[in-house]
């Protein structure tokens, strides 16, 4: 089975931090992605990489960066936390073999900022 | 521009009574279609998956979804809800010349409620 693991289940930071939400997944998927869900918004993509040091702008990318130095490991830093940041944080990855592109989650991240 | 909806915030039904939880997309082409379950406080769980082929795709939990071309949706069902079934459904899709990427497009959710 796939593993997608993400670095905590609940963080509180205070406006202002630097913060970094960890991602690492063990099937050796080439594609990565960084979600925030909101309460009736869904997923939103915030950035999204398909090799390592490759990546691209989602759809809500302001406020935040990301990093992919190895294949298994995606990192998504907040450079300076705004409480408009408070969400779910949800990772995921997927194959691009087969071409079937079915994403597979980590648990989410559920961080407060203060 | 390609999205994808869900028209009902909830759905509330009985245990052993079937169940719908709708969705319809707005893409050009033929498109991946996905249907994943978050369960509280977890992360998504994929369901099922429309590819290609039969337009009846069976999935996880007794799960299927009906692939309509001609009106655009790909709704999910089960004959006989349980109450574990209780969670939020989204339903997503994979344009067609989105490439490499992986991209999908998320709908914004549906929360399924099933009272005993």
């Known amino acids: 089975d796939v593993k997608v693991t993400q670095s905590s289940r609940y963080l509180v930071k205070r406006t202002g931090e630097k913060v970094f939400l960890e991602c690492v997944q063990d099937m050796d998927h080439e594609n990565m992605f960084w979600y925030r869900q909101d309460p009736g918004l869904g997923l939103r993509l915030i950035y999204f990489s398909y090799d390592v040091k490759m990546k691209e702008k989602g759809d809500i990318p302001e406020g935040y960066s990301v990093s992919r130095e190895k294949k298994e490991r995606f990192s998504l830093i907040l450079e300076s936390a705004s409480t408009n940041q408070t969400s779910m944080y949800l990772c995921a990855s997927s194959t691009r073999t087969g071409g079937t592109d079915t994403q597979y989650f980590g648990p989410g991240t559920r961080l407060t900022v203060l | 521009a390609q999205s994808v909806a869900q028209p009902e915030d909830q759905v509330n039904v009985a245990e052993g009574n079937p169940l719908t939880v709708k969705c319809t997309y707005s893409v050009s082409g033929n498109p991946y279609l996905f249907w994943y379950v978050q369960y509280p406080n977890r992360g998504l769980q994929f369901l099922l998956k429309?590819?290609?082929?039969?337009?009846l795709v069976k999935g996880s939990y007794g799960f299927e979804a009906e692939f309509n071309k001609s009106q655009t949706s790909f709704h999910l069902k089960k004959p006989s809800a349980l109450v574990s079934d209780s969670a939020l459904y989204f339903c997503?899709?994979?344009?067609?010349?989105?490439?490499?990427?992986?991209?999908?497009?998320f709908g914004q959710g549906t929360t399924l409620q099933v009272k005993p």
């Open positions: 429309y590819i290609t082929g039969d337009n």
């Open positions: 997503a899709v994979r344009p067609p010349g989105s490439g490499n990427t992986g991209k999908l497009i």
